[in-house]
């Protein structure tokens, strides 16, 4: 556990980024050699089993290192290979590790306590009088019209987590094991301290102005509650309404789809170019990393249009079957166990994955964060004991919802600039 307890400091607090003596280290490149030798020496035999999930993250990083190998290379793409790797090593490494469901609670109680932290330090650089965080960061970009009427920048960290929309999905990833205790038949004081804990998450994914993070919150919340209700159709049209009054309510710069700064037009730009580089580049994409030199301006700020640009329709497909696969393996548990509170704990770890996907939608959300909750779901997999396998009828699933994806980003983008 000492290790995942360092990886998650690693990961979200970055000391390395930021705090001295630890400023310029390579955690990974020190932490994950001696967490694989230890491994090695005591649980070989978890490290090298493979699933059916395992199988396809292992054949999406390989065809993202062949699509790297196959077009025009640069510094981005060589660090894009060596992240991937460390990335599946990272994901082994967990499965490894956590090899009960209790074991994989501690890990999730970490995780909200370090994300607990960046929520501390999000609201307090928001209210700094100097406009400062504790790295030093300053706010991010904000539009014209919001520094008119009085408000400030959006709040950001460092590492992964620079830019306001990327900060926000640390802050969504652990949301859903916060909130999971509003759901749960537990003590009203247990209830109590979620609440206070799930308000202050939600303060500070407010701060960071984030469309994206918005839009991920609202779905977090619906999903809890879709979860835990037998809901009529005209329930679910009120909780519909509810979110669109909601979303109304937002700042103008979390909801409009055209903005002064063109925020939202150059993101639509962005996914009309991917769709581009898949059309004419199908099997092998750009490669990774060439993205922004074949848009000459920006990155996809959608990380399926941008894995579709850059490893083609195989690797944007592979990408899919594993997220599939994730939410299969957490859909079987939860189907199998009995105990109300593991499958509520299963359910919000599909619901944080989903929150991420939703994120992803608007910004490039490729991080070791996701691969961290499928990891997660792996775990729990393995925990089922059950084969989890990846049928004809659901391949041909991916694969048309990778084509109705290109088509439709192709149409949206053609009605959106008319």
Avoid at 24 to 32: A, E, K, P, Q
Avoid at 198 to 208: G, K, N, Q, V
Avoid at 318 to 338: P, R, T
Wanted: charge should be positive; proline fraction near 2%.
């Amino acid at each position: 556990m000492l290790f995942i307890y360092i990886y998650l400091t690693k990961l979200f607090i970055a000391p390395q980024w930021w705090l001295e003596p630890f400023i310029g280290i390579r955690v990974d490149l020190i932490l994950y050699p001696i967490w694989l030798t230890y491994i090695s020496l005591t649980k070989t035999h978890y490290f090298y089993k493979l699933s059916t999930l395992d199988k396809y993250l292992i054949l999406f990083v390989g065809w993202l290192l062949i699509s790297i190998l196959f077009n025009e290379k640069n510094g981005l793409s060589v660090q894009h290979a060596t992240q991937y790797v460390l990335w599946l090593v990272m994901f082994k490494l967990f499965q490894a590790t956590v090899l009960d469901l209790e074991t994989l609670k501690k890990v999730v109680m970490a995780l909200c306590i370090v994300v607990f932290v960046l929520v501390v330090e999000g609201i307090q650089h928001k209210l700094s009088a100097d406009g400062l965080g504790w790295a030093g960061q300053d706010l991010g970009w904000v539009q014209k019209e919001v520094l008119a009427a009085g408000g400030t920048g959006r709040t950001r960290w460092v590492s992964i987590f620079d830019g306001p929309g990327v900060f926000c999905i640390a802050y969504t990833t652990a949301l859903p094991f916060v909130m999971r205790y509003l759901f749960m038949p537990v003590k009203t004081k247990i209830k109590l301290v979620s609440l206070v804990f799930t308000l202050l998450f939600l303060l500070a994914i407010y701060y960071t102005g984030s469309r994206g993070g918005f839009l991920a919150a609202l779905t977090i919340i619906t999903l809890f509650i879709m979860y835990k209700s037998n809901l009529s159709m005209s329930k679910l049209a009120m909780i519909f309404g509810l979110l669109v009054v909601l979303f109304a309510m937002a700042p103008s710069h979390l909801t409009n789809t055209k903005d002064s700064s063109n925020s939202a037009q150059h993101r639509v730009d962005m996914w009309g170019k991917g769709a581009t580089m898949a059309r004419y580049n199908p099997v092998f994409g750009v490669g990774r990393g060439n993205y922004k030199r074949h848009s000459y301006l920006l990155i996809a700020h959608n990380s399926m249009i941008e894995i579709m640009a850059e490893t083609g329709f195989p690797g944007v497909f592979l990408w899919l079957c594993v997220l599939y696969l994730a939410f299969k393996n957490l859909y079987v548990y939860h189907k199998k166990e009995e105990k109300e509170e593991n499958k509520m704990f299963a359910a919000a770890v599909a619901i944080s994955l989903a929150g991420y996907f939703v994120s992803s939608i608007f910004v490039t959300a490729e991080f070791e964060t996701m691969y961290m909750i499928i990891a997660f779901a792996g775990v729990i997999g393995s925990i089922s004991k059950e084969e989890i396998k990846l049928t004809m009828r659901e391949k041909l699933l991916v694969m048309g919802t990778v084509i109705f994806v290109f088509l439709f980003t192709k149409f949206f983008v053609s009605i959106y600039f008319s």
